[in-house]
């Protein structure tokens, strides 16, 4: 298939002598909503799951201000309608509430009444329990890619200004590694821009860099150079993702998970703490939108 021909945004500038800052998110959802366990947990039985989601999201906040870091929490609608005081408290905390659509449901399984619909919905619950507007969307399980490009229009048109959707990477469950490295306007509008989760170019290739399971299974060196790279030779702020159910170990595991979802969901989670104890630590970290638009924007 070609590639469509995306207009890259250009090149923030950056401040001489000033740390480049990045930016931090997280997927709001639980250990049961996430796509490589969906067949042990059908949607019907999510509420008599140990529901784990608020107790860990109050540790990440915990974590954020013992280095004083501000993020973006991209939050399912399901967990705002549970957890309303938990939306105040991240907005409270000064950090950037940002939608993750309702059910944790794939874009690229959705008509575009569905995904209207659920974009909508989210982005209301979201501003109705986090008193502030909602301006970013991260489709579950980076599922934007070819076949449903088409979303962005109907993004643009509900008044998100900006989504975080594509990890152009090879992946069975997602990608699209043609995409750009970097924030690029998918309708042409200037007023919606895509933020790519962060890849690493080698000869050529995207290597995942971002986060999330690869976080925890490959070694932290890799991820302190892989930031330096792409803030030093690219000369961009690096694009970061986690989940609360990532700093779990004790959740539960349902039995006869296969060797590729064990794998990705389970492994080092007792050491995904200590691990982004020192990533904030060691870098400089923000929302996204203070992160990637507002500086560019108001270069003239
Ligand atoms: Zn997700």
Same mark, same amino acid.
């Given at each position: 298939m070609k590639p469509p021909s995306f207009i890259p945004k250009d090149i923030m500038p950056i401040q001489r002598g000033q740390p480049i800052v990045n930016a931090m998110t997280v997927d709001v959802e639980d250990y049961f909503q996430v796509q490589a366990l969906e067949s042990y947990y059908d949607r019907s039985t999510w509420d008599s799951c140990d529901i784990r989601v608020q107790e860990n999201t109050e540790r990440i906040l915990d974590l954020f201000a013992k280095h004083d870091t501000k993020a973006? #929490? #991209?939050?399912l609608g399901w967990v705002a309608e549970r957890f309303p005081a938990l939306m105040r408290k991240i907005t409270d905390q000064g950090h950037e509430l940002a939608s993750h659509g309702m059910v944790h449901q794939r874009a690229d399984r959705q008509s575009p009444d569905e995904f209207r619909n659920d974009i909508k919905r989210s982005k209301d619950l979201l @501003? $109705?329990?986090?008193?502030? *507007? /909602? %301006?970013?969307f991260r489709a579950a399980t980076f599922s934007i890619g070819d076949t449903n490009l088409w979303t962005y229009d109907i993004l643009g048109e509900e008044g998100y200004t900006y989504s975080s959707s594509i990890n152009p990477v090879h992946h069975d469950h997602y990608g699209?590694? =043609?995409a750009p490295r970097f924030p690029f306007y998918p309708t042409g509008q200037k007023s919606l821009e895509e933020i790519p989760i962060t890849t690493l170019d080698v000869f050529? =290739? &995207?290597?995942?860099?971002g986060g999330g399971g690869y976080f925890r299974l490959l070694p932290y060196m890799y991820f302190r150079? *892989?930031? %330096?790279? /792409? &803030?030093? %030779? $690219?000369?961009?702020p690096f694009m970061f993702y986690f989940h609360p159910w990532e700093i779990d170990p004790d959740q539960p595991r349902p039995e006869g998970v296969g060797f590729k979802s064990r794998l990705r969901h389970y492994t080092n989670l007792a050491r995904m703490e200590?691990?982004? $104890?020192r990533l904030l630590r @060691? #870098? @400089?970290w923000g929302r996204v939108d203070e992160t990637f638009l507002p500086q560019h924007d108001s270069i003239t």
């Open positions: 973006t #929490f #991209f939050t @501003e $109705d329990t986090g008193g502030t *507007a /909602v %301006k970013g699209m590694p =043609h050529g =290739h &995207n290597i995942p860099c150079y *892989a930031v %330096k790279s /792409v &803030n030093g %030779k $690219d000369g961009w200590q691990r982004l $104890d @060691e #870098f @400089e």
